[in-house]
């Protein structure tokens, strides 16, 4: 087997030729960029190879492959990880350090790739790792974005957004293949003719097209030889030779072809659990959706004659609504290309698409005005209301003159195209992510279609790779781990159960808050870095990392570190254990109550960090630019897990997990994926509070709830919100904050006050951080939690939900690779 990074002679000759060949420099001259690139060209030369032995047993055993499909795709840095799974860190660490170079601030000069927003991109990435080490077949779907989520800055507390220019220096580890081109169409209008067998064709005119040229990006298994594929879609101008006869030598149309290139995949469209309706953001789904099924298609068709059988070669996975438009893609291509009836085309579709569900937020379910849609894709667009013409038959016949249940169920109604329907009544499965959001889907969201297709709903909750989240992002856990335990974990993390002999043992005890003060140093190096503030390693480290936005109450805990000041202002002499309030958030640019919430945070930090007579028994810190690379750290480095969502809007969450996973205690509430939390580790092992999705939902149907009731009655969270409109956090400046105070109280400004109960539940938020402080005051007891958190975590990996995606709903087989010499 050749494989240089086993040598590690060889390895260090192939870095020192790929500095010369790239830039004509010697190891001396070469800086650390260019360092990082070389080392990455010879850690890519031994994954090609593996990367061919990959597809020739694909092309030799011809697997069913799953294609999941995503508009995000939140990759991290690759190539510590990609060493991990080559099993080849150590080595090419101790490589470097003989060429005098650190492997981690080499592999800090990798740009972050960030094609993705937060939570749903994030799930993409680690399930593609996953199938990768589970070695089941994958193709990942997306599009190349020239530029990723943007890079955050705090300017004077706010958050200003730059550009993330990702691609500027090259990136090592893509691969063009021009090859696996597609011309991707839009907009013209279709034009019926007779065919020869007596049925019509539909025919495309007078369109615009782009030409979708895929890039790889391999994707490593650990330890199996396998690598699969993430193909991302970049959009070039078709040339102008190609254009429809009709158009040849028509300049302005050549023109605008080129700018529809260009702007195509200019850039990711930066909001979490909201949309924005735009029809670029259309044109980007169609895109990458069409490709990707035009290829899967041509790649079942180079090896199997018959299109009727596709389904058990190729199953589509959306990740959420957005590339829903792949139904209709299918059935156009098995209409229009391939000469089926509907009756076949549509049999076919239904057994090779399926839909996850990410939220039941109503600002995030995607509507497409049909002015958009039909301008835009016009032969879809007539697929679709042919689909929703039959489906509203189909509920007819169930219904027989129940107007009100068609009106509500139809895909089309209103004007507007309902991605989600669409979704489920030509897919074979929905899922939720987590066990209450499934429930909360089936009887309630979706109640109607779940009642007409209770068999294509099921559950899988989310999951995260270790690989990544403990392995790479904590190297002395992950050690200490498999000293206790050897190393089965890494690829099986159920087998984390056996810490459980270890939570009593003194001397295991203070190994791990050892290694966690380890941790922290580390992170309070990277704040005094970048923050310039110091911060007290022997602090509780109390984090809430994750997108802003409201329902994840971002708001109710800095009200409650404003509350805690007042106290310790009025209190002096009360005891009170020390605390770092660590946050870390993106806001979407035009997401004004989430920008200002960044603002009052800092300004607070601003306050309570400069105020010496509170002894330094408070601090906050706002990282700056929070990403999968810094993630890493912070989770290594969290004794307090915050994941206080308002119960019944959060989907599942997979910070919580990776905290979890890395020896924080939880405080949460009864949401999400943290319900399945409580059950595997003892809800008296985590900080519970607040209302439950039921009594939030109730309170919601009734409209019950008047936060201005506990405004008047509760005299310290009065205090609080007062000191937003009264100046005391913004150098007197009452009007700063007033939109953060009135949409908590004024019904005139929202129309809804206090939408997500953050006042609701701040009684009771507030008790349960008493109960933390408390238990973290038992130092045993404290080390004995987290340890038990660490050792219950096994059902989190993402190993676990693939596992169940291919067992549920793909049905892959797995497939082994063997390298030999090419
Ligand atoms: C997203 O990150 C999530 C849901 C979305 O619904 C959109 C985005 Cl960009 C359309 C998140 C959920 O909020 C989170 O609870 C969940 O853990 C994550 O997806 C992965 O399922």
Redesign the pocket.
């Known amino acids: 087997m050749k494989n240089i990074l086993f040598d590690k002679k060889e390895f260090i000759k192939c870095v020192k030729e790929n500095v010369k060949t790239l830039y004509r420099k010697t190891m001396a001259e070469a800086s650390e960029q260019e360092v990082f690139q070389a080392v990455s060209y010879a850690v890519k030369d031994v994954i090609i190879d593996n990367w061919l032995a990959t597809q020739q047993t694909f092309d030799k055993e011809d697997p069913k492959m799953v294609y999941y499909m995503s508009m ?1 795709f939140l990759m991290g840095r690759a190539l510590g990880n990609n060493l991990i799974n080559l099993t080849a860190y150590q080595e090419v660490k101790e490589a470097l350090d003989e060429l005098g170079f650190d492997l981690n601030t080499i592999e800090d000069q990798e740009p972050d790739p960030a094609l993705g ?5 994030r ?1 993409a990435a680690c399930f593609m790792e996953s199938l990768a080490t589970l070695g089941y077949p994958a193709y990942g779907c997306g599009i190349r974005y020239r530029y990723g989520m943007f890079k955050q800055k705090i300017k004077d507390g706010y958050q200003v957004e730059v550009p993330d220019n990702w691609l500027k220096n090259g990136y090592p580890f893509e691969l063009r293949r021009p090859e696996h081109s597609f011309e991707v169409k839009f907009g013209g209008y279709v034009q019926a003719e007779p065919a020869e067998n007596g049925r019509t064709k539909f025919i495309q005119k007078n369109y615009q097209s782009v030409l979708a040229v895929p890039y790889d990006m391999p994707i490593v298994g650990y330890n199996n030889n396998m690598v699969n594929t993430l193909m991302i879609w970049d959009a070039e101008p078709m040339e102008c030779f190609e254009l429809d006869s009709f158009d040849k030598g028509d300049y302005r149309k050549a023109v605008e072809q080129e700018n529809l290139a260009r702007n195509l995949v200019e850039v990711l469209y930066p909001n ?2 909201h949309i924005q309706g735009k029809e670029l953001r259309l044109k980007q789904q169609y895109f990458f959706v069409s490709a990707s099924v035009q290829r899967a298609v041509a790649r079942y068709k180079k090896y199997h004659p018959d299109i009727h059988k596709l389904y058990e070669k190729v199953t589509i996975q959306m990740n ?1 609504t957005h590339p829903t438009v792949a139904v209709a893609e299918l059935m156009r291509i098995l209409l229009d290309d391939e000469g089926l009836t509907w009756d076949e085309a549509w049999a076919i579709t239904t057994k090779t698409c399926a839909y996850t569900n ?2 039941i937020m109503a600002e ?1 379910l995607e509507k497409w005005p049909i002015e958009i849609f039909s301008r835009l894709l016009p032969r879809i667009y007539q697929i679709v209301e042919e689909i929703n013409r039959r489906f509203l038959l189909e509920v007819e016949e169930e219904y027989p003159g129940n107007q009100y249940k068609k009106d509500k169920m139809a895909i089309i109604h209103d004007g507007q195209v309902k991605m989600a329907h669409l979704a489920i009544v030509a897919g074979y499965s929905v899922n939720g ?1 987590a066990r209450l959001h499934t429930e909360i889907l089936k009887n309630q969201e979706l109640k109607d279609f779940y009642e007409l297709y209770p068999e294509k709903f099921n559950n899988k909750t ?1 999951g995260i790779t270790q690989r990544r989240f403990l392995y790479h992002g904590n190297p002395l856990l992950a050690e200490w781990v498999t000293n206790k335990i050897g190393n089965d974990w890494i690829t099986n993390l159920s087998h984390m159960e056996k810490l459980a002999v270890y939570v009593d043992d003194p001397k295991a005890q203070q190994e791990f808050m050892q290694i966690k003060y380890q941790n922290k140093l580390r992170l309070a190096k990277y704040i005094q870095e970048h923050n310039g503030i110091e911060v007290d390693p022997r602090s509780i480290f109390d984090v809430q990392v994750k997108r802003l936005h409201e329902y994840k109450r971002q708001l109710m805990n800095i009200l409650h570190v404003m509350y805690l000041y007042n106290k310790i202002k009025e209190h002096p002499e009360m005891e009170f254990y020390p605390r770092t309030f660590i946050f870390g958030a993106k806001a979407a640019a035009g997401y004004k109550n989430a920008k200002l919430t960044i603002k009052l945070i800092n300004s607070v930090a601003d306050v309570i960090n400069n105020d010496a007579s509170i002894d330094n028994k408070l601090k906050v810190v706002f990282i700056e630019d929070y990403k999968v690379s810094n993630a890493e750290w912070i989770f290594a480095a969290a004794d307090v897990s915050e994941q206080i969502s308002t119960a019944s809007k ?5 910070g919580n997990m990776k905290f979890m996973l890395n020896g924080a205690a939880t405080i949460g509430t009864m949401d ?1 994926a943290n319900v399945e939390m409580a059950e595997e580790v003892g809800k008296e092992n985590m900080f519970i509070f607040g209302m439950s999705s039921d009594e939030v939902i109730a309170h919601e149907q009734n409209r019950d709830y008047n936060p201005m009731d506990i405004f008047n009655q509760d005299q310290e969270i009065r205090q609080v919100l007062m000191q937003l409109i009264n100046g005391f956090y913004s150098g007197n400046d009452t009007e700063l904050f007033r939109d953060l105070y009135n949409s908590l109280l004024n019904t005139q400004c929202t129309q809804y006050a206090d939408t997500y109960f953050c006042l609701k539940d701040f009684r009771s938020y507030a008790e349960a951080q008493e109960r933390v402080e408390k238990a973290y005051r038992d130092e045993k007891g404290w080390a004995k939690l987290v340890m038990l958190n660490v050792a219950h975590v096994g059902k989190f990996s993402s190993d676990r939900t693939i596992q169940e995606y291919v067992d549920d709903i793909w049905h892959l087989d797995k497939v082994k690779v063997t390298v030999t010499e090419q």
């Open positions: 995000e927003n937060g939570g749903l991109g799930l979490d659990n959420d990410h939220t995030a992510v989310n959060e989907a599942s969450g997979t999400g």
